[in-house]
DNA sequence: TTGAAAGCGCTAACAG
DNA sequence: CTGTTAGCGCTTTCAA
């Protein structure tokens, strides 16, 4: 059995309240039973429950995180930077990897709600009603990271999706590019689809250049799929001689599928990715991309849900982060 | 405020014990009153309490995961076996990442100490004593995954890394390569390290190779020192025909590293893989590699450690699982 | 400064 | 079949 105050207690020769102070209000104990307390806590390597603790407090100290796709690097970064944010504030943390699937993240929603976590970060997903519904009905306060909503009154972190994609697509016109395709996020299951969309159009119109705005197929997260979404893309228009990729991962499927056609990168046709993942820079050829904060859009979810958790409110409901142009190797030289 | 199981009573009409059976034995409650007591759960969203469970069942159904590295897609793998483990299992799952870090990962131990976790699975750091005595003396009950001890009995499953690494070498050799060499994981901080080493002087001794022996430079983990051991490597043996990388990282390194150089993969040096992650067949060359059953890893150390929990002790301490040849583009043809 | 005792929400005897 | 009641381990009045 697992030590508890009472034995603690009874090994220090004080009552279980001497204990339970010098845990949370030391100084209110006389030096003599306070260092006998902590010898015995050390003897018995005591730690509290945290169940008797939860119960009292109604907190449990833990946030919840729901990521659509664990095996995207992108979300190892919000991880990391929610996951110190975390060891700051004094939360732990409980991810959980929905896949996307509406059962499961339902299904995740009712753990935590039966775990007591203080709140939970949504990322990058939709925020479907179902999910907006159950969170208010479970009165789970959370944030949304690299999302937000349009209906709801939620609070979130992102980056400026319209003007980063603008600022992508500007460079490339700005290469000498003529001819530009891209390789979108469909537009009725993501939340950055549309957005760098807009970005893509208001860039191309500002320089003249509508006439590609309906060169562009749509991908679903994956490599795969963006490989697939190349070959349609080059085959009704072989004229592209640039890509704006809405992601590192279909760069890098984009990147591939040339390849594959010995269609040459940098040299014939420009590529440019969106996240700037670790595996961006490991990439041949390295990629130009636009860099997101990653680290720091986790790291300020967690600092944002902790403000709503203890003031019961945010500052500013929808935050924007900045993004940065990150030039390598697969856009061509000016 | 949440509702509690007397909020439900009370809406039912019935006592608590009642609303409690419903929930835990429902066919010892008359039709009439169980579906009294359903409906009131209904209506409030009722979750019972998991700290106030936890206090009497104690436990709290949840495992705790300890990884090195959540930027390294390996472990995202591991992840999403262990977490499909745990829905199927009943448990929640708390995953936290340590940065091969000792403070960080003797902290966690006790956070997953304090918050009762039932279990814990260590993934691919070197069982440190400290994290052993740790563990023993909170009585959290592990298991260890790509990982094993030989100092203390503890169960795990990994593959075998030694019969692995032989494969690859012998793989190489039998592509007709005399000069190899090998990027390696030191052997003082990681698990894997030496007995890849042992594989690869195996298969070189097994067909007169032993010269290579002595070509081998260690890496830490990552991409960046990877590409930075290939410097090393090819500058001492600039007669090098293919290397081994202990890790599809390692790989994606040295082959960054050839490229600047302007070597060719696979037309002047193969290189071969190790682990097979989702990028090495994104990668331009596609990674020829070791494949382990990563996803299975996870989701068997899940059911290991379900298996100590449940009965005390596990069927078989050292579990190996198979590894698998996978032949693809960084690799000449015989 | 300290101890006794109530109670957080739930389960599990124990009566009825 | 159902209600009453005694804890699970802890914090927190309230007295002493």
Redesign the pocket.
């Known amino acids: 059995?697992?030590?508890?105050?009472?034995?603690?207690?009874k090994m220090a020769?004080?009552?279980?309240?001497?204990?339970?102070?010098v845990?949370?209000?030391p100084?209110?104990?006389?030096e003599?039973?306070?260092s006998r307390v902590m010898e015995a806590i050390e003897a018995l390597k005591?730690?509290?429950?945290a169940?008797?603790?939860g119960?009292?407090?109604?907190k449990s100290f833990t946030l919840g995180l729901l990521i659509p796709d664990i095996e995207n690097l992108y979300f190892a970064g919000v991880i990391r930077g929610m996951q110190d944010a975390c060891i700051k504030l004094g939360y732990s943390l409980m991810i959980c990897n929905t896949d996307r699937d509406k059962e499961r993240t339902l299904s995740y929603i009712d753990t935590f709600h039966e775990k007591q976590v203080d709140g939970v970060v949504f990322a990058s997903d939709v925020l479907y009603t179902e999910y907006y519904e159950k969170l208010v009905g479970c009165r789970i306060p959370f944030v949304l990271v690299s999302s937000h909503s349009d209906e709801y009154e939620v609070a979130s972190v992102e980056v400026d999706d319209e003007k980063a994609a603008y600022d992508a697509v500007k460079f490339l016109i700005e290469l000498g590019h003529q001819e530009i395709g891209m390789i979108g996020f469909n537009h009725d299951n993501s939340v950055s689809g549309p957005p760098r969309f807009a970005g893509f159009v208001r860039a191309l119109k500002e320089f003249g250049l509508e006439r590609n705005v309906e060169k562009v197929k749509y991908a679903n997260h994956r490599f795969e799929q963006a490989y697939q979404a190349s070959h349609e893309l080059f085959s009704e228009y072989p004229e592209l001689t640039a890509v704006f990729c809405v992601a590192d991962e279909f760069a890098m499927g984009t990147i591939s599928y040339l390849k594959d056609r010995n269609i040459l990168v940098p040299g014939q046709v420009s590529v440019i990715g969106f996240d700037n993942l670790r595996m961006s820079g490991m990439f041949i050829p390295k990629l130009t991309t636009i860099a997101q904060p990653i680290y720091q859009l986790g790291y300020r979810a967690a600092e944002k849900l902790h403000e709503l958790l203890t003031t019961g409110s945010v500052a500013v409901m929808k935050e924007k982060m900045e993004h940065k142009l990150i030039v390598r190797e697969s856009s061509r030289e000016k």
């Open positions: 059995m697992k030590p508890t105050i009472r034995d603690v207690a020769g004080v009552s279980i309240s001497t204990v339970s102070r845990m949370n209000a100084d209110t104990v006389v003599s039973k306070r005591y730690q509290p429950n169940f008797a603790r119960l009292i407090y109604k």
